[in-house]
């Protein structure tokens, strides 16, 4: 007599209640996939998402050495550092690890609404917390090797110091930086109905952020109303943070900022997962 039950029948070891789910724990096997197909996609075109942005990131670095002089002196807490010192470390941070970040967490599901394969994200068997962790490791994961590949160009750059000074700091401002840069795009992804509402959040809200956050210039250098509106700006204090990782100078509070940023991603975090839970604009 066979052991093996009859076709289609499931073994009780296995048979669950209907509506009780087989995978109780964490889908290992699922999230893991997840998360190589989304580092699969940008290293297929990976001279647009690493390359491209690296490149930008050393022309941003070599134009305003060069325009306002590598060894001019930058005030940074009190102490002077010269230019070249001072803009390297914001440009590997903002350009060339949150910016990638943003770019790559919004366009999965933004281009699976698009192309009406937003199925292939929604019927897996992954809960809401496996796929919000997909697709932020993804975007880590790019800004990550961008922001590697920046850092190693800048160290051969004739005038520039980005020898690690706090390890720990860089680590930590690094990758809350990514995390507040992913949940925002994937944030944007979720509202955004087409390339163009994407499009719109890059260019009036992630680069002026970038830009009005301290990488260019000193925010002691500027008058108190507009000091207090870089304060006001999330992008400074994961810039200064990470600026005191290699200088040992920070235009903030280390700490303070350190925790302002954790408190800001598990928001951000709360927010993403709450609204992939419900599928607002996802499951129409």
């Not at 070599?62 to 930058?74: D, S, W, Y």
């Not at 010269?82 to 060339?96: H, K, N, R």
Request: aromatic residues 12%; contains cysteine.
């Amino acid at each position: 007599m066979s052991s093996q039950p009859p076709i289609g029948e499931i073994p009780s070891a296995v048979r669950a209640a209907p509506g009780e789910p087989v995978i109780r724990n964490i889908n290992w096997g699922g999230l893991r996939t997840l998360y190589i197909k989304e580092v699969r996609r940008f290293f297929k075109v990976q001279l647009q998402t690493i390359w491209a942005p690296a490149i930008t990131t050393l022309l941003f670095l070599i134009v305003f050495t060069v325009a306002t002089g590598a060894k001019r002196p930058v005030l940074v807490g009190g102490e002077t550092v010269t230019f070249a010192d001072f803009i390297a470390p914001g440009l590997i941070i903002s350009q060339g690890m949150m910016g990638p970040a943003f770019a790559n967490a919004s366009f999965s599901l933004l281009v699976g609404k698009i192309q009406g394969t937003i199925v292939d994200y929604l019927m897996p068997p992954l809960s809401t917390a496996e796929l919000l962790a997909a697709l932020v490791g993804g975007a880590v994961t790019r800004a990550a090797i961008v922001g590697f590949v920046v850092w190693l160009a800048m160290v051969a750059y004739p005038g520039v110091h980005v020898t690690p000074h706090a390890p720990l700091a860089i680590l930590w401002f690094g990758l809350l930086g990514t995390l507040f840069l992913s949940f925002l795009g994937i944030l944007t992804s979720i509202w955004a109905e087409k390339f163009d509402h994407a499009a719109a959040v890059t260019n009036f809200v992630v680069t002026p952020l970038a830009l009005l956050s301290g990488t260019f210039y000193s925010v002691d250098l500027l008058a108190p109303a507009f000091r207090a509106v870089s304060h006001a700006n999330p992008f400074f204090y994961i810039i200064s943070g990470f600026r005191y990782g290699f200088l040992g100078l920070s235009d903030s509070p280390v700490t303070l900022g350190g925790f302002a940023v954790l408190g800001l991603d598990i928001v951000m975090a709360v927010l993403c997962y709450v609204l992939l839970r419900k599928g607002w604009k996802l499951k129409n």
